[in-house]
Each structure stands twice: as structure tokens, then as C-alpha cells.
């Protein structure tokens, strides 16, 4: 196991000081591809190997299930026992099970899973709409309204005054009537909600002291990701889980915020020094992800956003390939030619799983099915079938548990492979696309997950099984075999070595019903976002119509980005540009010949004098060139030039010999 001052190693310096930094509040400005998660799991590996915090005292959170076990795994990775890595949700659950029986007593209420049904009841009571879509929005304006920590009798004032008072097209009074009708629905009902977990808990440390105690005791030391994303619900639980304290790092970058919408506050972030005071603010801005193309494409577009707090972020990387801006007829044109295009790459070595479709809506998607299934290319869309809901996964895990309790003994990656080629798995995939190729995809997962920990940690089958169970637990899939087709919400915190950014058109990026300079902000914050998730290909496009018309134009976020169409040159200005390409490629061919060629150029000049006459009326560069490189010695040899005439040759031919043969140059 390495020593404190070895994990150090690991890091840059910017990333070490994050490592090593004590003592005060630390706010990390981290952009993306910058090393952030990398740089707070060595920040708990060091201080824990140093001797500064035990494991076990420390608290680490984040947004997603996903998120929190690639904390949890790799801190495992550094040999770190014992440390807490949830989200606020699931911190927050295990919290209030554990102290609901002494602060209230009894057992805790259930959680609904899904709260539309309640929603639907009390809009039905009001008499609203209750169709799928209006319900939707009004589930979200309730969840919005809670980790906002906005009361019904305050919701019109502050809706309004963010432009939120026509959500599902209701006026903001009756929006706060549906909040308390919602309430008394889910009271009748005996359940609560995921924001509840919060709200109780929350009251649970106010109105008891001992029970805020005992969480201090046991947590002393926190470090939160994804900061900029905080709600006020989640700042002000974090608040009382410190009390007193001030051992908290953050991290996070302003120019991620693209959850406002749902609650998300990125001032927590940006006036971190004006809440804590004495902290300490560093810079993460080196970017180990994108190559230098990339990032200058996603530095044009964030800069007009103003966030406080945003970085610059500089690429590590070599220089790559351009980035790519194209422009189709319509969205099948789109659609068919970017599965062309990931032909090509599959064609050059690029992996599928490193291969990743973006867009601004999930209705965008059925263009890219359709075509990357006539293509032939496996896909799968982010977010829809869950990967340990799948049958064959289902039943590999069965078998790998009976591998654990039997102890198997070889290599992890060897006895995981023994496990599945036992369900008729190959290591050689079957033919074409289809559920075969998905089945087979989903294990072949499996393998390489098992063959990266074995890489890791010399992790057994036990562990692995216990790796797996987890995973299911939070849904955190391996990675398959397979382009990507995800939402640019759903694709933060993810990364391919080709991204296509598609669909990159007023009014779907901004999308139409973002209504507001914030939320036209926002909207550039997650094109941000989607140009980030690419290391070394990235390609950007739009299509003109929609198979009726021709309307719509680029998004406003790229003009300034996007390459300018060749403007129209007037005569004069193209003959002056083709004579200079002349020029120079005559120089570079013929060096020797150049003075010979001014000579002539000068002859020419005088002559034209002689007879008033514009000097191309003589003879043509073209010619001049050729007699330079010629070097006629007679009038014969002259007039075998092109451009030299009978006429031109009883006229000029003297001359153009004396000029050749006093450059000493005749033959």
C-alpha cells in the first residue's frame, strides 16, 4: 500500500493542494475533464494514510446513485475502508431510519415511488387537468416548490417573480392550492415523499439536539461534488449535519448548473467565501479529457455566460482533429449521416461504448434508432431499460454467487468467464444487431467490469459479487458495447471519445420554452456540458427542416463557433488571388527561373508603354513563365511556346531573345 506521500504523486499540483489543504473551508472550482473526483478521493486516501481524519468520521456527497459508487469505488480502489459515500437522499434515508424511532417512535411512514398518482388525486379534487403531460408539470413544480423551500402561501410571489406562474398552464394561486391539496393527499394516505426524507429529517436535528449530537460525533469531516447543483433543501440539511464545523471541501463548476429548473442553486458555490469565512478558494482548470479543439470550441461558447465563479479551462492533451460543424436538409439527412459517420470510426478502431449521440430532447432520438438500426450498429438509449433488470444479467448473477460461496480460486476475469460461457455465452459476438447482440453485449459487460477490478485491486469473485449487488442496488450499469443515445442532461459526469451533438438548432437548443435571460443561460451552460463530454472527436450539426420546410437556423450559442460560409469575391479580388497562388507556386518550382521571369516582366512593362497598350495585351504571365523556364536561343525554339503566335512571334521575337540571352540564360 502506498504511503501519503506517494498517493501524492498521482496528482498535479493544483489537484495536491486540494489533497492536502486543511484546516480551513475549501471551496474547489473544478472544470470539467479537470481530475475533480480524482483529486477529492486522494484529498480522503491521503488525510486518512497521513493520519489527519479517521475513514469512518468522514461524510462524502454527491447527486447520483451512479456518482456516489464510482466515490465509493474508488476510494476502495486506494484502500480506504469505512468512509460514507451517498447521496443526500440516501444519507438522509439511512439517517431517519435509524433515529425515527426515538425522535417519533413507531416505524417509518413509506416512501412513494412515484408521486403522479397523488398528483393526479389532488388535481382531480380541484378540478384540474389530469392528463400525463400537464401531471408531469405539476409534479415537477411541487418538487421544485419543496427543495426550494418555498411555501404555498409564499409560491405566487416567488413564481412569478422567476417567471414560473403558468406552470401547466395554471396561474400560480392554483399551483399553491394543488401543493396544499397534494399535502393533505399524501397525509391521507400514510406515505411520504423523497423530498419528506429531507424535510423530516431536517426537523428531526432541529427539534433534537442529542440526535444532531450523536451525527456530529460521527461525522466530522465532509466533502460534497457537484456543489453548483445543491438545492436550498440540500444546503440547509448539510448545515445542521456540521453544526459548528467547518471541515467541509466543495466542488463543483458554475458552468454545469443545468438543474435550476428542478431547485439546483449555484450561488452556494460561487459566494462559498461569503458563508464560510477564512476558506480558501483554488482552481482546477487543467483538462485531461478534451483535446485543445475541443476545449477552445467549448470555451467560445461558455464565454458570454457570466457565473460567478466560472473557469477557463486550459486542454493537457495534444492537438487533435478539428471539430466538426455540418449542416443537413432535414432530420433524417441528420440522422443517416451521422450513423455514417460512426461507421467510419468503428471502421478505424473506435469502440461503440465510445461512441455517444447527444440531443436536447428524448423525442430526437427516434430518428437515430431508426437509422443506426438499418446501419446495423448496436445502440442504447440512456435511461430506458434498466441493465440489471435483464434477464441473462439476472440469472449470471445467480451464478456468480453459487462461484462465491464455492470459493472459486483462479483469476476473477477467468472464473467470471467460466460462469458465463456455462449460459452459452462466446467470447466471439454473433452476427449483426438485434436482442442476440444486446444479450450477448450485457455480459460481455460483465467480463470486462471483472477484468478491471481484477486490474485494480486483485478483487476476487466475493468482492466482485458484492461490487455487482451494489450496482444493482443503485442501477449503475457496466458499460456495453454499444453507441450511446442520451439526453445532454442525462450525459452529465459521462465522457466518449466521440460525441455527436446533434440537432444544435433555435428552438431546440435554446429549447422554445426556456422564457428568460436565466434560462437562456442555463441552456448554454448545457451545451456546454455536451461539447465537454468529448476527449478526441466531436461533431456538431443541425438539420434546416423537419421534412415541411426549411426554417430553422443555428443555435444562437454557436454563431461566433461556427465556421462562416465562403463569402462571394469579386472578380478583381479572385484574378489578384490566382495570380499570387501563380507566384508562388512558380517560385517553388522553378527558383532558378525567377529572375529571368522578372526580366521579362519589366520588358513587357516598357513595351507596353511604347505602344499604350494594357501589358497583357503582350503576352500573359502564363507565357512569360514559360519562356523563362525555356530559354529559347532562336526564333524557332521561341514559337514552339504556347501563347507565342505568327504574330506574336514576328513582333515580339527579337526582343524576348535579347532579354533571354543578356540574362546569359539562352540555349
Not at 467541509?248 to 459566494?271: K, N
Not at 458570454?304 to 473557469?311: I, T
Not at 465522457?495 to 435554446?510: I, R, T
Request: charged share 25%; net charge neutral.
Amino acid at each position: 500500500m502506498e504511503s501519503a506521500d506517494e498517493l501524492l504523486e498521482h496528482l498535479d499540483p493544483e489537484q495536491r493542494e486540494v489533497a492536502t489543504r486543511f484546516g480551513v473551508p475549501l471551496c474547489v472550482r473544478a472544470g470539467a475533464g479537470t481530475g475533480k473526483t480524482r483529486a477529492i478521493t486522494y484529498r480522503i486516501a491521503y488525510a486518512a494514510r497521513a493520519g489527519i481524519l479517521d475513514p469512518r468520521n468522514v461524510m462524502a456527497l454527491t447527486f447520483t446513485s451512479r456518482a456516489a459508487g464510482e466515490l465509493r469505488s474508488r476510494l476502495r480502489d486506494l484502500g480506504v475502508r469505512g468512509a460514507s459515500a451517498h447521496t443526500f437522499h440516501a444519507a438522509a434515508l439511512r439517517q431517519l431510519g435509524y433515529f425515527w424511532g426515538t425522535a417519533i417512535g413507531g416505524a417509518v411512514p413509506p416512501i412513494a415511488e412515484n408521486k403522479l398518482s397523488m398528483v393526479a388525486q389532488a388535481a382531480g379534487q380541484l378540478g384540474m387537468t389530469t392528463d400525463s403531460v400537464s401531471l408531469r408539470d405539476m409534479a415537477s413544480e411541487i418538487e421544485w416548490s419543496r427543495v426550494s423551500l418555498v411555501t404555498p402561501d409564499d409560491y405566487p410571489d416567488r413564481a412569478r417573480s422567476l417567471q414560473r406562474d403558468q406552470a401547466a398552464g395554471y396561474p400560480a394561486e392554483e399551483i399553491a392550492r394543488l401543493i396544499r391539496a397534494y399535502e393533505d393527499v399524501k397525509q391521507n394516505r400514510g406515505v411520504i415523499d423523497f423530498e419528506d426524507v429531507l424535510l423530516l429529517l431536517i426537523g428531526i436535528l432541529i427539534d433534537r439536539p442529542d440526535v444532531a449530537r450523536m451525527v456530529r460525533d460521527q461525522y466530522r469531516h465532509f466533502v460534497v461534488d457537484e456543489y453548483q447543483d445543491v438545492s436550498p433543501l440540500q444546503h440547509r440539511l448539510l448545515q445542521l449535519w456540521m453544526g459548528e464545523r467547518r471541515d467541509l471541501c466543495v466542488v463543483g463548476d458554475v458552468s454545469q448548473t443545468i438543474y435550476s429548473f428542478a431547485g439546483a442553486s449555484s450561488r452556494y458555490l460561487a459566494d462559498f467565501a461569503r458563508e464560510f469565512r477564512g476558506a480558501q478558494i483554488l482552481e482546477l482548470i487543467r483538462d485531461y479529457r478534451s483535446s485543445p479543439q475541443i476545449v477552445a470550441c467549448a470555451n467560445e461558447v461558455i464565454a458570454p455566460d457570466s457565473s460567478k465563479g466560472a473557469v477557463r479551462l486550459v486542454s493537457q492533451l495534444p492537438s487533435s482533429v478539428p471539430v466538426v460543424f455540418k449542416e443537413y436538409g432535414d432530420d433524417v439527412e441528420e440522422a443517416e449521416a451521422v450513423a455514417a459517420e460512426i461507421l467510419q470510426l468503428r471502421e478505424k478502431g473506435v469502440g461503440l461504448a465510445d461512441i455517444a449521440v447527444l440531443y436536447r430532447t428524448n423525442a430526437q432520438s427516434a430518428e437515430f434508432e431508426a437509422a443506426l438500426g438499418r446501419a446495423g450498429v448496436d445502440y442504447s438509449i440512456r435511461g430506458s431499460e434498466r441493465f440489471f433488470s435483464r434477464r441473462e444479467v439476472r440469472e449470471a448473477m445467480v451464478g456468480m454467487r453459487a462461484a462465491a460461496r464455492a470459493e472459486a480460486g483462479g483469476a476473477l476475469a477467468d472464473d467470471v468467464k467460466a460462469v458465463l460461457m456455462q449460459r452459452g455465452w462466446r467470447e466471439q459476438p454473433p452476427e449483426g444487431a438485434g436482442a442476440a447482440r444486446e444479450r450477448w453485449s450485457a455480459l460481455a459487460a460483465l467480463l470486462k467490469m471483472a477484468e478491471e477490478m481484477e486490474r485494480a485491486r486483485g478483487a476476487g469473485m466475493a468482492e466482485f459479487v458484492a461490487e455487482l449487488e451494489e450496482r444493482a442496488q443503485i442501477q449503475a450499469a457496466p458499460e456495453t458495447d454499444s453507441v450511446t443515445l442520451a439526453s445532454l442532461h442525462s450525459a452529465k459526469g459521462l465522457e466518449w471519445h466521440a460525441v455527436f451533438l446533434v440537432g444544435m438548432s433555435e428552438g431546440l437548443m435554446p429549447i422554445s420554452l426556456a422564457k428568460g435571460e436565466d434560462a437562456i443561460d442555463e441552456e448554454r451552460r448545457l451545451m456546454y456540458v455536451g461539447i465537454t463530454r468529448a476527449k478526441q472527436c466531436l461533431q456538431i450539426s443541425y438539420a434546416k427542416g423537419n421534412g415541411q420546410r426549411s426554417a430553422r437556423k443555428m443555435s444562437r450559442f454557436l454563431q461566433g463557433t461556427w465556421p462562416r460560409p465562403s463569402e462571394p469575391v469579386s472578380r478583381a479580388t479572385s484574378y489578384r488571388e490566382r495570380k499570387a497562388a501563380a507566384a508562388r507556386q512558380f517560385a517553388a518550382e522553378h527558383e532558378d527561373d525567377v529572375p529571368l521571369f522578372e526580366a521579362l516582366v519589366e520588358w513587357r512593362l516598357e513595351a507596353s508603354r511604347r505602344i499604350d497598350k494594357p501589358a497583357y495585351v503582350i503576352l500573359h504571365d502564363s507565357t512569360l513563365r514559360a519562356v523563362a523556364v525555356a530559354k529559347p536561343a532562336t526564333l524557332a525554339q521561341l514559337g514552339k511556346i504556347r501563347g507565342i503566335g505568327a504574330s506574336k512571334l514576328a513582333e515580339w521575337g527579337e526582343e524576348i531573345l535579347g532579354v533571354v540571352a543578356q540574362s546569359g540564360s539562352g540555349r
